[in-house]
Every structure is written in C-alpha cells, then in structure tokens.
C-alpha cells in the first residue's frame, strides 16, 4: 500500500506537496496500528519474513496499479459500459481459476444453507463495492479509495468489540484519527477537479444505433 499510493497521489496532483503529505499522515497512523500489534505482543514469527514482504508489495502494487486502470477507463467511458465488462472479465477469469485450483474444495465442501447464505451475502458485497468505487474514482480518486481502506481495520475492530469482548489498545483510537486527518487534508488540498479530467463519452455503437433512430422518429412525427 505504501508505495502505489506514493506512485498514485504523484500522477493524480502533480507539485502538490499538501497531497503528498495527507499520503504521510495516513501512513503514518498505519504505523500507528503496527506499533500498536507489537506492543501487545500480536506480531507472530513470519516462517519466511523477506518472501511475505515481497508479496505483500507485489500485492499492493498491482492493487493500487489496477485501481488506476479503472479510474482511468471511469473518467472517460461510461460506468455501465466499465462495471459490465469488469463484472464479465471478473466472473469469467475467477470462473476459470476456481474451476482449476478448487475444484478439489467444492466437492468436499458442505453446502448447505448456511454455506450458501454466506456466499451469496458476500457475492452481494462485493457487487455493491465494485458498483460503488467507479463512482467514487469519479468524485475523488483511486489514491483517495486506496487511503480510505486503511481505516477498514477499524470495522473489524468494531465487530471484536461487540462480538467477540476485545479490549483494544489505546493506540487503536488514536491511529484511527490520524488516519481520518490525512484523509481530509488529502481532499481538502485537492479538488476533485484538481485529480483528473472527467469527460465520459458514449461508445460508438450507442452513438451509431442513437443516429438510426433520430431520423425514423422524426419521418413518423
């Protein structure tokens, strides 16, 4: 995560060092959280710490890189046209590696209501967060979306607090407002208008059928 929010707040808002600085300030409460789990003894001894790293950033890279992508074709294609072909690459290609790697899994798997409740519920979440973001890359950016993930950790601690009776750090809290003023001082230094050029346009295929329609309206008028 630090480094394509690094790479991404530098080609959102170029020689802007406020942006940068919001960037800081939500690392920095994510430094916040980390200490946090190391003085409470919750860091476990990774088997191969230099392999989990290299992922870790490989993973965030890519992330961050792909939320790129997307903000790119959102601010200049249509949102249906950009949500459809995401939701029909996205179920094709994870159809394809499920089938591959997990077919072992689902026959052994117990699918009952439960099971398939979760499913579904998660199948839901994961509509209405991918339906969601391309309006947000709209509105703010994709560094923007990324920094906000951050305070995920704090809805799970949500869920720890009433179901489960944790007792947090007092870290936590503390981290969370960090997290919140980077944040803000992120947007408020950088309009949306400031972070990319929105200009949808229609694909030609709709323009094309709208151009064949106009003339046989107007001739039966």
Known sequence: MFDSDFILAAFDVEGNFLVVKGVIICIAGLGLLVASDELTDKDWTALNRAKG???????????????????????????????????????????????????????????NRM??????????????????????????????????????????????????????YWLYFIAYVVIIVGLVTYFWCSTPEEQGKLNPTAPAYVNKRGAELIPSSSSSA
């Open 53 to 111: 790293d290299g992922f870790m950033i490989a993973g965030a890279t890519l992330y961050g890189l792909s939320n790129a992508t997307e903000e790119f074709f959102v601010r200049k294609r249509p949102l249906y046209e950009v949500v459809g072909q995401l939701g029909m690459w996205g179920t094709l290609i994870n159809g394809v590696q499920a089938a591959g790697l997990e077919h072992g899994a689902m026959k052994l798997a117990s699918w």
């Open 115 to 168: 099971t398939i409740g979760i499913l579904v519920a998660y199948t839901s979440a994961m509509f209405i967060l991918y339906t969601v973001a391309p309006m947000l890359y709209r509105l703010a950016s994709s560094t923007y979306y990324n920094l906000s993930l951050l305070t995920s950790d704090f809805w799970g601690l949500l869920f720890g607090l009433f179901l489960y009776h944790y007792r947090p």
